[in-house]
Structures are given as C-alpha cells and as structure tokens.
C-alpha cells in the first residue's frame, strides 16, 4: 500500500468517517454538476476570447485610460473567488482530516487554487475527485457572488501532468494527420483537457474541432 495511503488503525474509523463526509458533499454536487457541465464545454470557445480582453484591458491600463478601474475591479474579483474557494476546501480538508497546503493565484483571466498534497484521495480516478471538488468550489463562489465562477482547481499537480501527457499526445495526432492526410479522432476529454490539445494543434498550424456530446466529446485534428 502507497505510504500516503497508509492510516493508523487506531485512526481508521475517525479517517473512515471523514471520508464519508466529504463523499456525502461530493455527491450532493451531483445534480448541480449537471447544470454547470453545459456552462464549462462553452469554455472551449470562450477561453481565447476572455484572454484577448485581458490583452486589451492590459493595454488600457498602460495608457492610464479607463481601462485601469476595470482591470483592477476584475482582479480584486478574482482575487475574492480564490479565497472564498480557498476558504471552502480548507473546511473540506479540515472534515476529511488530510493535511494539504492551499495556494491560490490569478492566471489568464481566472481564479486558480492548488492544493499541495500527497493524498491521491483528493484526486481519484481519472481526476474524478478533482472535477467534483471543482464544481463545488465553482458553486461555493456563485453561491457568495451569486456569479458563475470559472476557477481552476489543481490537486497533488495532477493537471500539470495531465497537460505534459496532453501536449505530447496532441504533437502526435498532428504529426499523424501530417503523414497521412486524414483526420485524427482522440479519446473523449473533458473541457480542460480538450482546450490544452485545440492550443497544441493551433500553434501547430493545423485546424481542430470538438465532436459528439459529453462525457465523450473528443478532439478531432484535421489535416492541412
């Protein structure tokens, strides 16, 4: 057994028990979930938009225009979705009883939160842990600033690794839609994971487009 898997049996019940709570909450966000899936698949389109008006905002603010107020208010905003998440999965770490130190950071146009930890727990299968507390820190936010929140959790680094095996598995596809003049269908992704290969196949010079109906709505990569 993994050395962060390891509890002490004298510990078990109380770390069982913890367990169940924070599984109770994960599956509560269920039927909420639903709802926001909707919202995050338009992220793929709206991701390149939303970084092009903080572009722009940018430049505003050098010039001293008007910009400056609205780049600074969208931060402080940012900034207040980080730690209203930050707040609410240190509560969630507090009832599970795992020890995990929390960051937070504001990055292309989004409130994101990491959570440094060794408990793998957090994470789950295929990240589905991780997409669960998502929504839920997303929910948390609207709930305190009644506004749809598109902050970015990562837990143990498991996104940036899962962006190193992307990036790798997109430089593929489009060496193979290269080669062979045909069009390259990848496995379904979930919305993150299918931004990270469109930003591959585009500063490649090749076209793509997302295909079919979640949970299995995948990246195509078209030939030149």
């Known amino acids: 057994m993994p050395e962060d898997q390891q509890v002490d049996e ?5 770390a069982a028990a913890a367990t169940d709570d924070l599984d109770d909450e994960i599956r509560d966000s269920d039927e909420s ?3 926001v899936e909707d919202d995050e698949s338009e992220d793929d389109e709206s991701d390149d938009e939303d970084d092009s008006e903080d572009e722009d905002s940018e430049g505003d603010e050098g010039s001293g225009g008007s910009g400056r107020k609205g780049r600074s208010a969208k931060l402080i905003a940012l900034d207040e979705e ?11 770490l507090d009832i599970a009883d795992l020890d995990g130190d929390i960051d937070t950071f504001t990055e292309g146009g989004r409130a994101h939160i990491s959570i440094v930890t060794d408990a793998n727990l957090l994470v789950g299968k295929d990240g589905e842990v991780l997409e669960a507390l998502q929504e839920l820190s997303r929910l948390a936010v609207m709930t305190e600033t009644g506004k749809r929140s598109r902050l ?3 837990i143990a680094g498991h996104r940036e690794k899962r962006r190193a095996e992307l ?9 193979e839609a290269k080669a062979s003049g045909e069009a390259v269908r990848l496995s379904p992704m979930n919305p993150f994971e299918r931004k990270i290969v ?6 490649a010079g090749l076209n793509s487009e997302s295909d079919g109906e979640e949970p299995n709505r995948r990246v195509v990569v078209m030939p030149a």
């Open 10 to 14: 004298t510990t078990a019940p109380e």
């Open 33 to 35: 979930e639903a709802d």
């Open 82 to 92: 980080g730690d209203i998440a930050a707040d609410y999965l240190e509560e969630l």
């Open 152 to 154: 970015m959790l990562d």
């Open 167 to 175: 990036t790798d598995l997109a430089s593929d596809a489009v060496e």
């Open 198 to 203: 469109h930003d591959v196949v585009a500063a």
